[in-house]
């Protein structure tokens, strides 16, 4: 590779200083249902995971702050789709779609938001820290940014050892202006760490609007300023965001270079569950809903050839499971070791 | 007098030191169209525009930085955290520049800036959103901490805080703003302020001083209601300054009362309480009738599970069984 490395992808767009427009996002990617199936189980399992979970909310059952990812879930199904088991996934607050992708069980995603001793992290985290080691899950982390570099340093790990294995790092918009972000950024594209910086473009950052918060709204960009490859496109599709994450990840295999991609999406709840989302009208949520990633999942599903019977099944299965979680998370024991874990002995 | 909320206090501080001076502004994440994450700034971006209420982006270091600029040049930042726990990605802003160039600049240039936002531990949001950091900010020098517990202390020590020449770390109680009190009706005159660096006797008592600050006044009082029905009479001392410390009072209270028992709810280890502690026994040693107590948090980041995060945190039955140590009751 020469100097400059910017990486023109069909979907590289000019510096925009205006709201961004989409780009088309109904060419089809080609797909089976044998690939397709698994995502959609998986995207409709975290949808369930996220609705349930609102509702042990309003019940008082689930406290502290709760940030869903409903209508995101393409993005982090697709993405981890296209890595593997021995790969490191690390996220923000709002990554229990992507614990559940990487392998971490619903029930004990559902314990830990409880508070129950058989959490993932036995009632210790909450909502926004699910760690699993057993399934490479490096993290949710709840200050904004502090995290990229966190990636950037298992990336460099895998660099050091040469184990080939690649990390993926999720952030949302709103933390391209912080300084964890540039710093993590800065040092990947420096020492050529294998890492995807997935940036989750939901349009806001709490009640900002990407138009009040970055003065270009195309955060692929600032790959340029590092010769880095990046990336930009709609994330309403599944296969589409596994098929390009696929293309970065095989680039940080295969070279160490790490890419900056940029997926555009939309949070249909508000940031957190007490936030009523005042700041964006209901026909701007009702449009996104109309577009909804996992409704388009499903509809593609049934094209592709998967018989409705086999569809049904399968989403009765996943009612199963949730439902099942849920009773896990209320009948476990309470969280009881706190004192346990503060220094390693 | 009216009955106000501590966050219908705090926005009336601002509000009232907006109107009276033209280089005071705001800044910070959610403060101007979102009215604030935790609404102490409703209604100042409509009454003030968005030349004073300033919407900023994720990025702490910078407007924290921004505010030092800006003050050093002659305006008066109100810098809003969204809360404390944020301000860690700001520190260095605030301890090696706000805090020094008075100095650095040999007394040139003086910092008027406040540092605002709730802190201390909230509830279930786990360990990187549920900390008490005052300890850190009330270990260095050039800087003022300010911790009220009540809505009349958060208003007329935030007025005062805009009005210093130096800045000022102003750390709310995350789980206070909801809280009342009697606040008087401005005048306009000097009595709105609360001066910094005078402590405020919260309850009197003969048998035993309890030193506390923002949340843990409240902790206190309660203490004090219970051990009142054992005849146990509590004097409950609310510094409401942490730096500068207005130790004399301190003093006075636990010369009378010749026991002291010091409640904070951050860690124990380097806490702000053990400065607190040293004072006394330096200036209280003779009149001390038993070794000063200290009930802070457990030495463990904050667990989110709801039972443990109640274990963790002091509560009335560890601040009453302080009190029964030091007056060999048990
Ligand atoms: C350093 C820091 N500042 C502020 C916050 C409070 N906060 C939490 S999430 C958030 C918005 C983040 O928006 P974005 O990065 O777009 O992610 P999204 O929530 O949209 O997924 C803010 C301001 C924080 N957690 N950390
Ligand atoms: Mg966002």
């Not at chain 2, 601002?14 to 102490?40: C, I, L, S, T, W």
């Not at chain 2, 860690?88 to 301890?95: F, G, K, N, T």
């Not at chain 2, 306009?188 to 001066?195: H, N, Q």
């Not at chain 2, 200036?283 to 995060?309: F, G, Q, W």
Request: with cysteine; hydrophobic share 40%; net charge negative.
């Amino acid at each position: 590779m020469g100097r400059v490395r910017g990486v023109v992808t069909a979907s590289m767009t000019t510096p925009d200083t205006k709201r961004v427009e989409h780009e088309d996002s109904h060419e089809l990617v080609e797909t089976t249902p044998a690939e397709l199936g698994p995502l959609y189980r998986q995207m409709l399992a975290i949808r369930r995971l996220e609705e349930a979970s609102a509702k042990a909310y309003s019940q008082g059952k689930i406290g502290g702050f709760l940030h869903l990812i409903i209508g995101q879930e393409a993005v982090c199904v697709g993405a981890v789709a296209a890595i593997e088991q021995k790969d490191y996934v690390v996220a923000t607050y709002r990554e229990h779609g992507h614990a559940y992708a990487k392998g971490v069980s619903a029930r004990a995603i559902m314990a830990e938001l409880y508070g129950k001793k058989t959490g993932v992290v036995k009632g210790l985290g909450g909502s926004m820290h699910i760690f699993d080691k057993a399934t490479n899950f490096l993290g949710g982390y709840g200050i904004v940014g502090g995290h990229v570099p966190i990636a950037a340093g298992a990336a460099f790990a895998s660099k050091y050892r040469g184990d080939g294995a690649v990390t993926l790092c999720f952030f949302g918009e709103g933390a391209s202006t912080i300084g964890g972000f540039a710093e993590g950024l800065a040092l990947a594209a420096l020492w050529k760490l294998p890492v995807v910086l997935i940036c989750e473009n939901n349009q806001y950052s709490m009640g900002t609007p990407v138009y009040r918060s970055l003065a270009v709204e195309d955060v692929s960009l600032r790959a340029l300023a590092h010769g880095m490859p990046r990336d930009r496109f709609d994330g309403d599709d599944v296969v589409k965001v596994k098929r390009r994450i696929a293309e970065a990840v095989e680039r940080a295999r295969t070279t160490g270079e790490p890419t900056l991609v940029e997926v555009i999406t939309y949070r249909f709840r508000g940031h957190s569950m007490s936030d009523p989302g005042l700041y964006r009208t209901k026909d701007e949520v009702e449009e996104w809903k109309r577009r909804d990633p996992l409704n388009r999942c499903r509809q593609r599903l049934l094209d592709v050839g998967m018989p409705e019977a086999e569809l049904t099944a399968m989403e009765e299965d996943v009612k199963a499971e949730i439902e099942d979680a849920v009773k896990f998370a209320e009948e476990s024991p309470p969280a009881d070791e706190y004192m346990k874990y503060v220094v390693k002995e | 007098m009216a009955v106000i909320s501590y966050r219908e206090a705090l926005n009336q501080a601002m509000r009232e030191e907006m109107d009276r001076d033209p280089n005071v502004f705001v800044m910070g994440e959610e403060v101007g169209h979102y009215n604030g994450a935790y609404k102490v700034t409703q209604g100042l971006l409509q009454r003030f525009s968005e030349r004073r209420i300033v919407d900023a982006p994720i990025a702490e270091m910078g407007f924290a930085g921004i505010g030092v600029g800006a003050a050093m040049v002659g305006l008066r930042p109100i810098i809003e955290f969204m809360t404390f726990n944020f301000s860690l990605v700001a520190i260095d802003q605030i301890v090696n520049n706000a805090a020094k160039i008075f100095q650095m600049s040999g007394g040139q240039y003086n910092i008027p800036i406040v540092f605002r936002g709730p802190s201390g531990p909230a509830v279930q949001v786990g360990s990187q959103h549920s900390q008490a950091l005052e300890s850190y900010y009330a270990h260095v020098p050039g800087l003022k901490v300010v911790m009220p517990s009540t809505a009349l202390d958060a208003k007329g020590l935030l007025k005062s805080a805009i009005r210093d020449e130096n800045p000022v770390v102003f750390m709310e109680g995350e789980t206070l703003y909801n809280t009342t009190w009697e606040v008087p009706e401005p005048t306009g005159g000097a009595d709105d302020l609360i001066p910094i660096g005078v402590a405020d006797i919260k309850r009197e008592g003969k048998d035993i001083t309890l030193i506390a600050w923002s949340k843990m006044v409240w902790t206190c009082l309660d203490a004090a209601k219970v051990l009142a029905e054992e005849g146990i009479e509590c004097e409950v001392v609310d510094p409401r300054t942490l730096r500068p410390l207005d130790v004399p009072t301190l003093v006075e209270s636990v010369k009378k009362t010749g026991r002291c028992v010091i409640v904070e709810i951050g860690w124990p280890v380097a806490g702000f309480g053990a400065e607190v502690a040293y004072q006394m026994q330096r200036h209280c040693m003779d009149s001390l009738d038993a070794p000063i107590e200290r009930v802070t948090s457990d030495d463990v980041p904050m667990p989110y599970a709801k039972n443990l995060e109640d274990e963790v945190q002091p509560q009335v039955k560890d601040v009453v069984a302080a009190v029964r140590r030091a007056l060999y009751l048990e």
